[in-house]
């Protein structure tokens, strides 16, 4: 044998034992299976939610949910996600005005805020704590598919979103750990991308760690506190307070209800919000209260986005406030007499609106693009 036929014998040897030559076996793969781990949702000092029966939290339904949530193929020309309007850093909601969809339009009202929706309870049989700005989504698993076929958001059929999703193996893997399905359809992305936002729990502020015993709030901080809470005295402007509670209530600082607060009288409203739902004349220009968790960094404000910043806010509940045929009861006396804040009152009351900032929420990567 020559030198050669050595070094070819070698050669093939090498490569052999290294797996560089295909030998035709390969390893078998993993099959992938249904994984039912619960999520355990952290509610903190808050009462745990009441979830819907058929909707179980697991930890791989929320992370199919994120992946969704970030996926611009939901979206007609797949350039658009759900998280490009709904900002972590901003509430998850957006800078804009009107949010702008696929096409370059405007949309209709402000992107809502997305945080702690776990606790907005449903009643059976009505529309109250319904979602959407005008409550026409009954439960948050109806609200997330309605942006993908709007013609002015994300505009695509539902029909090629699980055409999409299901070419992806990815998705389709995730689909079956999830639901143990093998097949993508309308109700199980709803499911997923519920228990997502589900999960999106904001209670790690300045306010929850003084409610915990935690710290202590500065002296701004605390008499911006009571003007919050405290009800307006017409009578007894200077020690009264400047009556937010009444629709900014409980932990997660809004009553989930419906309400007109003197935006605009009647000849000027162009958007008939709740009444769109109810037909009830009744409920002429009322829109859903939302939660002022994160308010700070939630700019711009109202349904239309009207008000640039909380200096706008204030100055509108102040003396701003217009009468109508359905306004709230509660802001007649900020029509007729107005809440007289002084400088000191203002700048108090902002103090504690930052103390409603919870830096933990708007950085949590468990809520990031995971793609």
């Given at each position: ?155 695509e059929s539902l029909e090629n979103v699980i055409l999409k ?139 239309d986005g009207r008000f640039a910043d909380i200096d706008e ?6 003396h701003g406030a217009v009468s109508s045929t359905s306004l ?44």
């Open positions: 044998m020559n030198p050669s036929s050595y070094i070819f014998l070698f050669t093939v040897g090498i490569l052999m034992t290294s797996g560089c030559v295909d030998s035709g076996l390969s390893e078998p793969t993993e099959p992938v299976l249904h994984d039912p781990t619960p999520y355990v949702l952290e509610v903190g000092h808050f009462p745990p939610p009441v979830l819907p029966e058929d909707n179980p939290m697991t930890e791989s339904g929320v992370q199919l949910g994120r992946m969704l949530f970030h996926e611009k193929g939901l979206s007609g020309n797949n350039t658009q996600a759900c998280a490009d309007c709904h900002m972590q850093s901003y509430n998850f909601s957006d800078m804009a005005v009107f949010s702008i969809g696929i096409a370059g339009e405007e949309g209709h009202r402000h992107s809502m805020v997305l945080s702690n929706l776990a606790w907005h309870v449903h009643h059976e049989g009505s529309h109250d704590h319904g979602f959407f700005w005008d409550g026409r989504a009954a439960s948050l698993r109806e609200q997330v598919l309605q942006p993908i076929e709007d013609a002015l958001e994300m505009d999703l299901g070419a992806e193996q990815a998705y389709a893997d995730q689909f079956k750990r999830a639901f143990d399905s093998e097949v993508v359809t309308e109700e199980l992305i709803a499911k997923a991308l519920e228990q997502f936002l589900f999960s999106m729990v904001s209670n790690q502020s300045r306010y929850d760690r003084w409610l915990l015993g935690e710290v202590e709030l500065t002296e701004s901080e605390e008499r911006g506190r009571m003007l919050f809470f405290d009800e307006f005295d017409p009578f007894n402007p200077e020690g009264s307070g400047a009556d937010c509670a009444h629709c900014h209530s409980g932990l997660d600082f809004s009553s989930h209800q419906f309400g007109n607060n003197g935006l605009d009288a009647d000849a000027d409203m162009q958007d008939i919000g709740y009444m769109g739902v109810t037909g009830d004349e009744a409920d002429l220009g009322k829109f859903k209260t939302p939660s002022l968790r994160n308010v700070m960094v939630s700019a711009p404000y109202m349904h806010v204030l100055d509108h509940y102040d709230d009861p509660m802001m007649q006396y900020n029509v007729d007499y107005g809440l007289g804040l002084t400088d000191v009152d203002r700048e108090d009351l902002i103090a504690f609106l930052h103390t409603l900032t919870d830096a933990e929420f708007l950085a949590e990567p468990a809520y990031s693009n995971p793609h």
